[in-house]
């Protein structure tokens, strides 16, 4: 069949991966369409309502940095914000905000309309266009939809979440399904299948929604947002929404005792489930069974938005019966007479095996097809929306004919969640903590402009205001610090950043002085970032400096990895002095770089040492 | 280039007429200079002299410059020649190690001139199968480290280490969920708890180091008690000069000598009295010097002569250092009773000896060793390599840095503790954030 249409960029999937990739795309100034099966449901939110959270937080501010949408579109909809861990060290400070599901799709399709060049397009896709190069090299040229027809496209990228042969199980009911209420994707999984991708299957889950109108609230303790909320984007100078509360309780001996009585309906339980679902997100039954001794769970009860009365019961993840289920709700106090207006669910969906990914996202078998999101084995909206940005950067970037953005995981947390999948595969769906970043004092939220908002803008995705105001504020930081590390305070025996080494000595305190010295500067600060973040940046330089710089030589360590690439056709087979295991660990994944090898599990720093040998050996030999 | 300076004895293990530590990388030349407190000419040899911390002469040695690119690995290099005694060898090493120094990896050198182009082509090709071989070698040894006894004796300090961390990072990760934030003082005695392991480990390895480089023992006492006579039965040879004058050894006399497997080195001291002349004086000066560096000290007494008050601030004195015993001798006489009352003798059976006829020499010798090794079958529980004790070191340090900082958020004193975790890692095998993470899941109930 004829081409229909011919796109530069085809996006397949309208979550918040897609929703990423298609404005990244279009903004780069490229054709871009977005293929959806139903785009009143883009950017929809099918488990919790909000977004952020430890770590999760810092991939919003850095998705926000490079140019993308999520932290505007949350700030313009958020309706109760909390930073939290604020009881520890700025590095692990992280936002989130519980968000209106509602008005955030109606939010980022009006941002998406404002993009000139992309399409959005309701078609189901079933399948690839894809051709055969010379030398067993293929590549993408377009998708092809549920009716035949092909649509051109010179770089696909999929981003499909759970719909990839999706599987709903409550209790002993299962059918398929990619979210509730909407049919599985069968042609594309199995297409993708076909092509020779490793699939695996996992499995994630939701808890009921109740009527807010049938809870008596008097029973729970309420949860306010932040005094003073804290915005995701850079863009956002205030919040400008009026707040809500959230509510929690904990669960109980009856709940229990009815999760117990139950197990052997639970598909968790009776092994109807096959898929590997995440250990930090256990469902009730789960946490029940595992931890015995544990006389109740906390959980909270979340509005689903402003006009709505849907609750979603925070905690109380479930794949139980739903006689089960109401049960378990109503043996908690105030949720007696509760209505349950839709169970919990588990899913069961496909994934394609991330080491099938090169460090851009591509695919390493199909050249121009990218993958994001939870396709990759990830879970998540924060953990999709920076794959899916990636993905659409660097779709976009491979069509214009530019080098590609690779993050490093000395730069950004997106970069270290990229470089985990890529190199160690997902055997349980992956989603971010601070834990995983080795370099964690240099990733903060504070910072994430300054790590990323240069890339944003070499690529084309931050606009002229957005960088003319980043220029502004990091002249201010560097006039703050410079004034701070050379002068003393009047009536201070050591200059401001000697005396802001000492604990008990805070910056708010010199925020006096600095009107006084730097008027221009102070008042631009205040008007541009009233809580004072781009201080705290400066604040935290200064009293982290000695931990920072131990971490900065570990950098410097993998930065020299890093740049000792591999050749995509290296034969480890043929390495003398490899042992099988090694040759079978490398050889399945074929790191791009020497850093890369280092983290694939149980590669050993023998073999690296032997790695690094061999590859200054083809370099002298090609040299010659 | 590489950013760090590595250090390692260079020539075959070994007793040879010479031997050499080799240091190569940016600082080599400043770390052998603050070592040898001279400065070096670039390829000229000089004479220097190694002393211990103490500033104690050790050797002289013959140290040469070659700065790099022109030198074996292509960085600056200096070559450190001593005389070829592994105990004096393993010594410098450890001196360079402590300035700064890192003990280099089995085949870095050859990689590092390889890297730096100081190898052709052809040279290289061999070399990399050198290495390979040595890549095998460090492979196996690293397997059998792993389920070894070495990883055996490092499992409970890593494991507190790695609950620790995981406990401390459940705090930060999942701050959300119902975990409970270590309070100040549990952190303290968490990390206290590690350091007391490793503690135990590294006082181990000092222990089992004494007793493959030989025990010190030395003889101090009054003049004219028999401690030359005492000498030389052990020695069951003439050496020391033996007269009826008293203060006759006013110097140090040393010999070596194999007790049942236990090197030994036993020292032979001058007469402790008030000092009748200067040669006299400097020979009871080195005898005290000699009482305090021994491992092992045998305060020997003339038990034909009732005890007198310069016997009491004798022994006063040498029960003060480690391991001292009171031996009896010249049992071949008869015996002042005074010797039998319980100041002079405390809990421990009397060690009753004559060097003369060689009564009692048996059990001195069994007591000197069941005091100095240690119960049977702790032995081999002990950290022997080098690699392993420094680190161990390392990850102390790093354990003491967290331990001082005051009012740092945990997130900042992970750093050190991944620090001290990493460097036992560098013996046990790679601790992972997955490994973290499931201590963590199956610790406490996270997630909503």
């Excluded at chain 1, 952020?52 to 309706?79: Q, S």
């Excluded at chain 2, 006013?250 to 009748?276: F, K, N, Q, Y």
């Amino acid at each position: 069949m004829a081409a229909a249409q011919a796109y530069d960029v085809a996006i397949v999937g309208g979550g918040h991966a897609g929703v990423e990739a298609a404005r990244a795309a279009a903004r780069m100034g490229l054709r871009t369409a977005l293929f959806t099966l139903n785009p009143e449901l883009i950017a929809q939110m099918p488990c919790n309502p909000a977004i952020g959270g430890i770590a999760k937080g810092h991939l919003v501010r850095e998705v926000d940095a490079l140019g993308g949408l999520m932290g505007e579109a949350t700030d313009a909809v958020g309706i109760q914000f909390r930073l939290l861990n604020t009881s520890r060290g700025p590095a692990v400070w992280s936002p989130r905000a519980q968000a209106d599901k509602k008005l955030y799709r109606q939010q980022v399709r009006a941002m998406l309309a404002e993009e000139p060049n992309l399409a959005i397009c309701a078609a189901e896709v079933g399948g690839l266009d894809v051709e055969a190069l010379p030398g067993g090299l293929r590549r993408v040229r377009g998708v092809r939809l549920r009716d035949g027809a092909t649509v051109a496209a010179a770089a696909v990228v999929i981003t499909t979440g759970t719909f990839l042969n999706g599987l709903i199980h409550v209790g002993e009911t299962t059918y398929p399904a990619g979210r509730r209420g909407e049919p599985a994707a069968h042609l594309l999984g199995e297409s993708l299948k076909l092509l020779g991708f490793a699939c695996g299957r996992l499995k994630t889950g939701t808890p009921p929604r109740l009527d807010a109108k049938t809870i008596d609230w008097s029973q729970f303790e309420p949860q306010p947002g932040d005094a003073e909320p804290t915005p995701f984007s850079f863009l956002t100078p205030r919040i400008q929404r009026d707040q809500v509360l959230c509510y929690s309780t904990f669960t109980n001996a009856g709940t229990h005792a009815a999760v117990r009585a139950n197990l052997h309906r639970s598909p968790l339980y009776s092994g109807q489930i096959a898929g590997v679902g995440p250990r930090y997100c256990p469902s009730i039954e789960d946490k029940v069974v595992k931890f015995p001794a544990k006389e109740r769970h906390q959980i909270f009860l979340e509005p689903e938005g402003l006009d709505t009365d849907e609750i979603y019961l925070n905690g109380m993840s479930s794949s139980m019966p739903a006689d089960v289920q109401a049960a378990m709700v109503a043996s908690i106090p105030g949720l007696e007479r509760a209505t349950m207006l839709r169970p919990g669910y588990a899913i069961e969906y496909d994934f394609v095996q991330p080491t099938e990914l090169r460090a851009t996202l591509e695919t390493k078998a199909i050249a121009g097809l990218f993958l994001g999101g939870q396709i990759n084995g990830t879970s998540g909206y924060e953990e999709a929306a920076c794959q899916g940005l990636m993905a659409g950067i660097n779709a976009a970037l491979q069509v214009k004919g530019a080098p590609p953005l690779v993050l490093s995981r000395t730069e950004a947390y997106t970069g270290i969640l990229v470089d985990d999948l890529i190199a160690r595969g997902a055997d349980e769906p992956y989603r971010m903590f601070t834990s995983r970043a080795e370099f964690r004092l240099h990733l903060r939220i504070d910072n994430a402009d300054l790590r990323l908002t240069p890339f944003g803008r070499r690529i084309g995705l931050v606009t002229d205001d957005r960088w003319r105001r980043f220029e502004a504020k990091r002249a201010r930081q560097e006039a703050v610090e410079a004034l701070l590390r050379n002068e003393r305070r009047p009536g201070d025996p050591l200059p401001a950043a000697q005396m802001l080494k000492r604990p008990e000595v805070l910056l708010t305190a010199y925020v006096p002085w600095l009107r006084q010295r730097l008027p221009e500067v102070a008042a631009a600060q205040e008007r541009d970032d009233p809580a004072g973040w781009e201080l705290k940046t400066v604040e935290t330089a200064i009293k982290f400096e000695g931990y920072l710089a131990q971490q900065r030589r570990h950098m410097e360590q993998l930065r020299e990895a890093e740049g000792k690439t591999i050749p995509e056709s290296f034969d480890y087979d043929a390495l003398p002095g490899l042992s099988r295991e090694m040759q079978q660990k490398l050889g399945r994944v074929r790191p791009a770089t020497l850093g890369q090898a280092s983290r694939i599990p149980g590669v050993t720093p023998a073999a690296l040492s032997l790695l690094l040998v061999h590859l200054e050996l083809r370099r002298r030999a090609a040299a010659q | 280039m590489s950013a760090d300076t590595i250090a390692a004895i260079a020539t075959p293990p070994g007793r040879g007429g010479l031997g050499v530590v080799r240091l190569s990388g940016p600082a080599a030349l400043v770390l052998a200079e603050r070592l040898l407190g001279r400065r070096l000419e670039p390829r000229r040899a000089s004479w220097a002299e190694f002393r211990d911390s103490a500033g104690a002469l050790l050797d002289h040695v013959v140290a040469t410059f070659f700065p790099g690119p022109r030198s074996a690995t292509g960085e600056d290099v200096v070559e450190i020649a001593a005389h070829g005694s592994p105990v004096l060898l393993q010594a410098l090493l450890e001196a360079a190690l402590a300035a700064g120094a890192r003990l280099a990896d089995p085949g870095e050198y050859t990689r590092r001139a390889f890297l730096n182009g100081r190898i052709d082509l052809a040279q290289a090709e061999a070399i990399a199968d050198l290495i390979a071989a040595h890549t095998l070698h460090q492979a196996r040894s690293a397997a059998r480290q792993m389920g070894g006894s070495v990883a055996r004796l490092l499992r409970p300090a890593h494991e507190r280490l790695t609950h620790l961390i995981a406990r401390l990072e459940a705090g930060i990760d999942f701050a959300e969920d119902d975990v409970t934030v270590l309070a100040d003082d549990a952190l303290a005695a968490a990390i206290g708890g590690v350091e007391a392991e490793l503690q135990t480990l590294a006082a181990g390895f000092e222990h089992a180091r004494a007793l493959r480089e030989g025990l010190t023992v030395a003889l101090v006492g009054r003049p004219n008690v028999g401690k030359s006579s005492l000498f030389n039965r052990l020695l069951e040879r003439e050496r020391a000069i033996v007269t009826a004058e008293p203060g006759t050894t006013r110097d140090l006399v040393e010999d070596s000598l194999d007790w049942d497997g236990l090197a030994v080195r036993l020292r032979d001291t001058a007469g402790i009295r008030p000092p009748a002349g200067e040669a006299e004086r400097l020979g009871i000066e080195r005898s005290w010097q000699a009482a305090a560096d021994a491992d092992f000290v045998l305060a020997v007494c003339d038990a034909s002569q009732p005890p007198g008050p310069e016997d009491r601030a004798l022994l006063d004195r040498l029960q003060a250092l480690p391991r001292a015993l009171l031996v009896r001798n010249k049992a071949d006489l008869p015996p002042a009773p005074a010797w039998d009352a319980p100041e002079w003798n405390g809990a421990v059976t009397p060690l009753v000896v004559s060097a003369r006829t060689g009564a009692g020499l048996d059990a001195l010798r069994r007591a000197v060793r069941a005091a100095a090794l240690p119960p049977a079958g702790a032995e081999s529980d002990a950290i022997t390599n080098l690699r392993h004790a420094r680190q161990i070191a390392l990850a102390r340090d790093h354990l003491a840095r967290a331990a001082a900082a005051a009012g740092v958020p945990h997130e900042a004193l992970l750093v050190d503790l991944y620090e001290a975790l990493h460097a036992l890692d560098a013996i046990t095998g790679q601790t992972t954030v997955e490994d973290i993470l499931g201590v963590i899941f199956s610790t406490f109930c996270i997630g909503k």
